[in-house]
Nanobody
Framework: QVRLVESGGGLVQAGGSLRLSCAAS????????MGWFRQAPGKEREFVAAISWSGGSTYYADSVKGRFTISRGNAKNTVYLQMNSLKPEDTAVYYC??????????????????WGQGTQVTVSS
């Protein structure tokens, strides 16, 4: 069974940094667009960032542009989200997602077929 497993969440003070990781259980994900979404309590799941299969194209939500960086590992079936200058409004459960057919600019969560279980990120003020 294909799995995406996130790690790296935690509690950090405002202005701090965290690095999230997402590892896919199969190397076939090296051909997939991979993205990060987040969901805060009482809110809908929202797009954060995505990266093409090659790592050559990335796309970010305006709310994280300039603070977050998405990247892929050398094996291409791992994706990272480096989060700097964190704000309390970044507090959410962060989910890794993957899909073969979406574009890097696809921000609709429903378009992604594969999801991780989520990792909590809490930013204190």
């Amino acid at each position: 069974q294909v799995r995406l497993v996130e790690s790296g969440g935690g509690l950090v003070q405002a202005g701090g940094s965290l690095r999230l990781s997402c590892a896919a259980s199969e190397r076939t994900f090296s051909n997939y667009v991979m993205g990060w979404f987040r969901q805060a309590p009482g809110k809908e799941r929202e797009f954060v960032a995505a990266i093409s299969w090659s790592g050559g194209s990335t796309y970010y939500a305006d709310s994280v542009k300039g603070r977050f960086t998405i990247s892929r590992g050398n094996a291409k079936n791992t994706v990272y989200l480096q989060m700097n200058s964190l704000k309390p409004e970044d507090t959410a459960v962060y989910y890794c997602a993957a899909d073969l057919l979406v574009l890097v600019t696809t921000t609709n969560a429903a378009a992604y077929d594969y999801w991780g279980q989520g990792t909590q990120v809490t930013v204190s003020s």
